[in-house]
């Protein structure tokens, strides 16, 4: 039995054939023309059967927690599935029957055209693909635009790819989607800090003497409310309390600043309240909160993934006499002394250029949209996405258009909930 007998093998247990179950535009095809690499690809529109070699490559390989199978799977059976869209995941084999890469796409169907997206949608910190820790060489640079045009050809119809918010690095090695063309900043970037050993000897060296100053006398008053404690809900149903409260207390914050609920639309809070309760995702999703004698003061919720914690929600109570000394920041500050603890040596916190991340972070994490139209149709839907984006950006790069900006949209806000609360 050749390799490639064992990896097409390999390949039709998982698609379904043995059970003939082949799902459609879901062929293998061997790159042999001039640069294009020797591999195997295969589309897949369901992802339990990819479960197992999907957590092989997570752990062995190069990618982010959004690219986890817990995460992905969870975000397609809440959220995707109600957004209209149909899984489309890309894997390459080698010859030996090893999964190369996993591209976590989908395709969305639209009026006009369907589009080409990653699963994992806006609440998808980091989008790009999995890979393994050897993708390069077996596939160059080079070649990967070849590829993904192959690629792009054995997909289900769409008319345009819209791949937004990828990292120009997946773990160790380059992201190879930025060899492709069409590449644009995000509005945003990402930011991230290295721990020390300890956090004792991290503290001190990014904190300035006002600050910890400040920092002791916020945590005495704190003190003189209640006993502080930091807690890591245990059971699925403190998990679920501690979310739901983390999930009021950011509603009240979207309200103050004239932001969207994404708690509202559908399937976000039933996709949380999955992995909050899912056994197999304890390692993964984090939660905790601080409470100051009997008050919930400040929540979090992370991702605990290849030795780095991703901070990727937080709130404190607004409403509480707590609220008056800083909650949110002395909670972070035991959430980085529980990572360090905990043996991660990177804090990310991931997407958004807020001014307190300034305070802790060196690294500076680019990220990167990429949009390709194949029809005019397409154009004309991408051309304002795209002028739109450009416009988000130059506004959020620019501090005095910013703060402006905020302010009338928690103007705002704050008028459409005072006048939707009398009604």
């Not at 043995?18 to 535009?25: D, F, H, L, S, V």
């Not at 976590?104 to 699963?119: A, E, S, T």
């Not at 149903?237 to 600043?257: T, W, Y």
Request: charged share 25%; glycine share 8%.
């Amino acid at each position: 039995m050749t390799p490639l007998t064992t990896a097409f093998e390999r390949f039709t247990d998982l698609a379904g054939f043995a059970t003939g179950r082949q799902a459609e535009n879901s062929p293998v095809r061997q790159q042999n023309r001039a640069g294009r690499p020797e591999i195997l690809l295969s589309v897949h529109e369901d992802i339990e059967p990819l479960k197992e070699v999907w957590q092989v490559l997570e752990r062995d390989g190069d990618g982010t927690p959004f690219q986890s199978y817990l995460w992905v799977s969870a975000w397609q059976r809440h959220i995707g599935t109600k957004q209209g869209i149909r899984p489309a995941i890309v894997v390459g084999w080698d010859n030996e029957g090893g999964a190369l890469f996993i591209f976590p796409l989908g395709v969305q169907r639209g009026f006009v055209c369907n589009k080409l997206v990653w699963l994992g949608g806006d609440i998808t910190d980091y989008q790009g693909p999995l890979l393994a820790r050897d993708f390069v060489w077996h596939v160059s640079p080079a070649q990967f635009p070849n590829l993904w045009a192959d690629i792009r050809e054995m997909l289900p119809i769409h008319h345009m790819a819209a791949l937004s918010r990828m990292p120009e690095r997946i773990g160790g090695q380059a992201n190879p989607f930025m060899t492709l063309g069409g590449l644009r900043r995000h509005a945003s970037s990402a930011h991230c800090t290295v721990l020390k050993e300890d956090w004792a000897t991290y503290y001190n060296e990014k904190r300035s003497s006002g600050s910890k100053k400040r920092d002791k006398q916020k945590r005495r008053k704190l003190e003189e409310l209640g006993e502080v404690s930091f807690i890591t809900p245990a059971t699925a149903e403190e998990r679920v309390a501690c979310f739901d409260a983390l999930a009021k207390q950011k509603s009240v914050a979207f309200a103050r600043m004239g932001v969207a609920n994404f708690f509202e639309k559908p399937g976000h809070l039933d996709f949380y309240r999955d992995l909050a309760t899912n056994p197999e995702a304890e390692e993964l999703f984090h939660l905790s909160h601080m409470r100051v004698g009997d008050t919930v003061a400040a929540t979090s919720c992370g991702l605990s993934f290849g030795g780095r914690y991703h901070y990727i929600l937080a709130a404190y109570d607004e409403t509480a006499e707590t609220a008056r000394f800083s909650p949110g920041m002395a909670q972070l500050m035991e959430l980085m002394a529980h990572a360090t603890e905990e043996g991660h040596t990177v804090f990310d916190f991931t997407i958004g250029d807020e001014a307190y991340k300034e305070q802790w972070c060196e690294l500076e994490v680019p990220l990167y949209d990429h949009f390709e139209p194949d029809t005019f149709a397409s154009w004309a839907v991408l051309g304002p996405k795209i002028a739109y984006l450009r416009a988000k950006r130059f506004i959020k790069q620019t501090p005095v258009l910013w703060q402006g900006f905020t302010r009338l949209r928690a103007a705002f806000g704050g008028f459409f909930s005072a006048h939707t609360a009398r009604a």
